[in-house]
T-cell receptor, first 113, second 112 residues
Framework: DTAVSQTPKYLVTQMGNDKSIKCEQN?????MYWYKQDSKKFLKIMFS???????INETVPNRFSPKSPDKAHLNLHINSLELGDSAVYFC????????????FGDGTRLSIL | GNSVTQMEGPVTLSEEAFLTINCTYT??????LFWYVQYPGEGLQLLLK?????DKGSNKGFEATYRKETTSFHLEKGSVQVSDSAVYFC???????????FGTGTRLQVFP
């Protein structure tokens, strides 16, 4: 019944590794997002896809690469992880564009050792 | 560009106290406005929204009115409960960039 689900919930890894976070939504929404939330709870958008097409690509290091195999999935791959990548990453979806309410997953807490 | 400013927290209240969390915005055009709530260890949940001036959004005893003349969308609740302890985010939809612009969040702590 979970509307937006992300896996894994926790990710602990070492600097320099490559990791992926998966996101799936079963709401039939057209638009999906990735956000980064830092330790002070500040929330910043990273990417947005609409019907598998990239529409928002913020100033994010190109070590971060989103992939949307279909409109229900938006995965995030991160290469060469750095200490500053430690954060909580949230996936979200909305029916259409930004003026529609967004539904968030529970987040993936990424800790870099 | 568009932006949202929220009062800094934490806001600390006793149960049954009145709550106000201030939110003001800067925007061109006519954005929709939102309040989201984040409980510990969870993602953000939509609490309420308003899509045009003078609209009042309400949910679970919380209210906020879209005030264009003061560019504000303050969150209020008449009597808070311990279970309302969470971080509250004000947000607006940026029609030019298709983004949700979030405020920095305000932590609310309610004690019995």
């Amino acid at each position: 019944d979970t509307a937006v689900s992300q896996t894994p919930k926790y990710l602990v890894t070492q600097m320099g590794n490559d990791k992926s976070i998966k996101c799936e939504q079963n709401l039939g929404h057209d638009t999906m997002y990735w956000y980064k939330q830092d330790s002070k709870k500040f929330l910043k958008i990273m990417f947005s896809y609409n019907n598998k097409e990239l529409i928002i690509n913020e100033t994010v290091p190109n070590r971060f690469s989103p992939k949307s195999p279909d409109k229900a999935h938006l995965n995030l791959h991160i290469n060469s992880l750095e200490l500053g990548d430690s954060a909580v990453y949230f996936c979200a979806s909305s029916r259409d564009r930004a003026n529609q309410p967004q539904h968030f997953g529970d987040g993936t807490r990424l800790s870099i050792l | 560009g568009n932006s949202v400013t929220q009062m800094e927290g934490p806001v600390t209240l006793s149960e049954e106290a009145f709550l106000t969390i201030n939110c003001t915005y800067t925007a061109t055009g006519y954005p929709s406005l939102f309040w989201y709530v984040q409980y510990p260890g969870e993602g953000l949940q939509l609490l309420l929204k308003a899509t045009k001036a003078d609209d009042k959004g309400s949910n679970k005893g919380f209210e906020a009115t879209y005030r264009k003349e003061t560019t504000s969308f303050h969150l209020e609740k008449g009597s808070v409960q311990v279970s309302d302890s969470a971080v509250y985010f004000c947000a607006l939809s940026d029609q030019n960039t298709d983004k949700l612009i979030f405020g920095t969040g305000t932590r609310l702590q309610v004690f019995p």
